[in-house]
C-alpha cells in the first residue's frame, strides 16, 4: 500500500514552453501532497506544499507564477512548469501524506520522480 | 531554526566494511520525527525508517542499526558488512509536529560508495 507514481517520469520540452506533471496517490487519499525540486548531486529542496482545495503554500524564493500547482482532489496534484527555461531542468519529486487525528505520526510516501529537461 | 546537517558528502568503502553515516538535526520542537531515505542512482526515494523524538531506542533490521542520542541531536546509521548494492545516496530528514505542516527538512546527503 501507500504507492505514489508520477507521470511522466521524464520529459524534454523546449525553452518558452509549458510542461505538466502529474502526482498520484493510487491506494489512499492524500490530504496534503509535497513538491520537491532536486538539483544534480544536491539535496530535496522543498518547493511548495498543497492541501486539497485550497492554494498552495510556496516556500520563499519559489515563483508562484511559474510553478503552478493544483490540488483537485485527494489523489491528484500536478505542478505545472510554465514558460521553462534551461535553468529548470530538474528532478522533480512529489509526496503524499494522508491525514489523521492530531499528533498522529503523518508520513510521507515519495513519487518515482519526473526527471525535465528543458532544451 | 530547523535543520539538518549531514557532514560527510561522500564515503567509499571496500564491501564487507563497515561504515556509519552521520546525521546532525536542529530543532526547538520537542515532538519530532527523523528519517532515513536512500536514493539509488535510479532516484527513486527509498524509505528506511522513522523515528519519534520520545524512542531513543537504537534500532537494527538486518545490516542496518541506527543510533539515536536525543543529548547530542544525532541520529547516526551504521550498515555492516556493506555490500555493493548498498551504493547510494542516503538522506537524513527531520519533521516538526507543531508547525502542523509536517514538512520534512533534508540534510545534504551522503553518497556511499561500496567497492568491490
Known amino acids: 500500500g501507500a504507492v505514489v507514481s508520477q507521470h511522466p517520469s521524464w520529459v524534454i520540452c523546449k525553452s518558452g514552453t509549458s510542461v505538466k506533471i502529474e502526482c498520484r496517490s493510487l491506494?489512499?487519499?492524500?490530504?496534503?501532497m509535497f513538491w520537491y525540486r532536486q538539483f544534480p548531486k544536491q539535496s530535496l529542496m522543498l518547493m511548495a506544499t498543497s492541501n486539497e482545495g485550497s492554494k498552495a503554500t510556496y516556500e520563499q524564493g519559489v515563483e508562484k507564477d511559474k510553478f503552478l500547482i493544483n490540488h483537485a482532489s485527494l489523489t491528484l496534484s500536478t505542478l505545472t512548469v510554465t514558460s521553462a527555461h534551461p535553468e529548470d531542468s530538474s528532478f522533480y519529486i512529489c509526496?503524499?501524506?494522508?491525514?489523521?487525528?492530531?499528533?498522529?505520526?503523518?508520513?510521507?510516501?515519495f513519487g518515482p520522480g519526473t526527471r525535465l529537461t528543458v532544451t | 531554526a530547523q535543520k539538518v546537517t549531514q557532514a560527510q558528502t561522500e564515503i567509499s568503502v571496500v564491501e564487507k566494511e563497515d561504515v556509519t553515516l552521520d546525521c546532525v538535526y536542529e530543532?526547538?520542537?520537542?515532538?519530532?520525527?527523523l528519517f532515513w531515505y536512500k536514493q539509488p542512482p535510479s532516484g527513486e526515494l527509498v524509505f528506511l525508517i522513522r523515528r519519534n523524538s520520545f524512542d531513543e531506542q537504537n534500532e537494527i533490521s538486518g545490516r542496518y542499526s541506527w543510533n539515536f542520542q536525543k543529548s547530542t541531536s544525532s541520529f547516526n546509521f551504521t550498515i555492516t558488512a556493506s555490500q555493493v548494492v548498498d551504493s547510494a545516496v542516503y538522506f537524513c530528514a527531520l519533521s516538526e509536529a507543531t508547525s502542523g505542516t509536517y514538512k520534512y527538512i533534508f540534510g545534504t546527503g551522503t553518497r556511499l560508495k561500496v567497492l568491490a
Open positions: 491506494d489512499f487519499q492524500a490530504t496534503t
Open positions: 509526496s503524499a501524506r494522508t491525514g489523521g487525528p492530531s499528533g498522529s505520526v503523518y508520513e510521507q510516501y
Open positions: 530543532t526547538r520542537d520537542t515532538t519530532y520525527y
